[in-house]
């Protein structure tokens, strides 16, 4: 590797894959019986493991294929981000009354983890090509009309925040930032009253700042929300400052898919304040290189928004997670990414890592490589 960025990237998002494998061990055996109905007390944690070697293939993917193979073909990889989306729809998998996941040989895919790629190349290339508002909005429209369809709010913010990051970073206009911006959230208004449970999750996040106890007209979503949100508030509160040990949690058999987007809880209970402050840590460190290689010489214009679009998408779905689970922000169901199991999440989380990493690799810009460049900026 050619610069130190890229080489403490890779070690960094080895750091977190590392403490995510241990930490679903260690909750492995109350997942799988409890929460996946598996006989097999480790299925969950065989799985993880699985799941690693595949991510390691994709991260190296993502550090060998040249990032100019993409920048020839932006619209066809956002067409078939935009086909990835339609398959659960035509191919449903159902899981927690979502369309989000296809089944392929016996393993359910989240679709939208390889769409949010395609749209940061695409968005990418197409923010240079021109910066006007409507344009940018009716390339926008179909994937989150789509993502809405899926009922995956979550997903869905990310991959805004980050076809957002990219426009702003090459909007010369703070007029129509401002445009895009306010009908981007208006539409997410619209969404949120649009379907029940989204408006009950809203209602529960609030009720926790005006009062604890629940109400009898509430219906079963938003208890089930409340108590989700009480055993989150418990298993962090018992952490304290050095924590209760590790496997020494008491609420990894209460939590709801503890194994998933609430596994950071668990964290928290074992590990404490200090245990948490080393994970985040590694977190803003991850940020912060994805940042430094973005600010890259060696790199053209639009390899720059590809960077920053890979590095918005990893703090928002960061910051959404540990939001939600520290009562900040509504729940919503979104993994923490390299910590969390699921095999989409980590693979995809990877590969956008070998992205980085292979961005990191760009050789200084020469007379010769920056009119070739120049051609797909």
Known sequence: MRNHESQ????????LVGVGTLLVFDVSAPASIEIIHSHDPYYVIKHQLLTVVFGAVALSLGVLIPIVWYQKIPRLIYFVGLGVLLLPIIFPDASHGAMRWIRIFGFSFQTSELTKFCLIIFFAHLVQKTQNEWIFLAWLIPPMLLMMWQRDLGTLVVMGASCLAIYFLASPSWTSIFKVVGLVLLSFLVLIMSASYRRERIMTFFRGFINNS?????????????????RLRL???RGQVFGQGIGQSQQKTRIPEVHTDSIFAIFAEETGFLGVTVLLGLFGFFLFLLARIASLDALAREQQLIAYGILVCFATQIIINLGAISELLPLTGITLPFISYGGSSLIASLFLTGVGINLGMSEPVTTRQSLTRRRYA
Request: aromatic content about 4%; cysteine-free; proline content about 0%.
């Open 8 to 15: 403490l990237l890779l070690l960094t998002a080895a750091l």
């Open 214 to 230: 629940q109400t009898q007209n509430e219906s079963v979503r938003a208890a089930i929300d409340d108590f989700h949100v009480r």
């Open 235 to 237: 298993a962090i509160g």
